[in-house]
């Protein structure tokens, strides 16, 4: 049994929906945890803002200043050591790592993706389930919590939250859904996470 807080670094790239939300309950007061590090990898990204105005230590490792993967992926794992990060969230994180990144920090790292995997991988999946009107997966989307792993949107699944696709709905209308779903699933995940490591 472990008392001092497990040491969370959070992965974005945009937004910063499920940042917010995450950093909001890893400061819960029942919450083990401490939000030690935000690290994203696109300097326009609206994230980048909510860290500054709420002294989240935070930083930008610009994807587009380095060779290769490996290059970028060595410079977020030296930041990542270097804050003795323990658990990495990763929250509309919109890189690829290396299989070598993910096997270092195997079952440590979290993904949320908006589909119910194992469909929908990838891209635009909001826009996609629309396009289908899928009945095979009974009409329904939403959005899947998993431990990452080298291959994409690969891993085992921790929560899985479900919407209806509504016959009138948009891309927007049900993006908004899934997002509200997102951010219930996330913290149960987390929950769970912290749970398994400290035993
Ligand atoms: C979220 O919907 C998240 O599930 C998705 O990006 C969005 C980020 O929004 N992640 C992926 O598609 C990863 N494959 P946010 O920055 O507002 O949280």
Known sequence: MTSAPTRIAILFSGTGTNLRNLAAHINAPHVPATLELAICNRPDAKGLDFCRENNIP????????????????????????????????AAGFMRLLTPEFVQHWEDRILNIHPSLLPAYKGLHTHRRVLEARDTSHGCTHGCTVHLMR??????????????????????????????????????????????????
């Open 58 to 89: 935070h930083e930008l490792i610009d994807h587009t200043n380095y060779s290769d993967r490996a290059e970028f992926d060595a410079a977020m794992h030296a930041a990542l050591q270097a804050a003795n990060i323990e658990l990495i969230c």
């Open 150 to 199: 080298p291959e994409m949107d690969e891993g085992p699944i921790l929560v899985q939250k479900q919407v209806d696709v509504l016959p009138d709905d948009t891309e927007d209308t049900l993006a908004a859904r899934v997002m509200a779903q997102e951010l219930i699933a996330y913290p149960e995940a987390l929950d769970m996470m912290l749970a398994r490591l400290r035993g």
